[in-house]
């Protein structure tokens, strides 16, 4: 599964243990952590639909025939 950040801070705060954030306490950078974990241990898709809390979406690829999904993290 390739996972796209919407900025170099959400990319960094995943890929950097020790990276803070000003923007983000704590609390919410640890569960933020806690979803990327979720989706690197997904096999299939399906094994994210099944969480409802994530809100999974597909999203329009304009005719590519890759699929691609939005993530409420």
Do not use: H, N, P
């Amino acid at each position: 599964m390739q996972i796209e950040f919407g900025d170099e801070d959400l990319r960094r705060l995943a890929e950097d243990r020790d990276a803070t954030s000003r923007q983000w306490d704590r609390g919410v950078i640890a569960a933020y952590r806690m979803r990327l974990q979720i989706l690197d241990g997904a096999v299939a898709i399906r094994d994210v639909q099944a969480l409802r809390s994530l809100d999974v979406k597909e999203i329009d690829t304009g005719g590519r025939t890759d699929k691609c999904y939005s993530v409420r993290l």
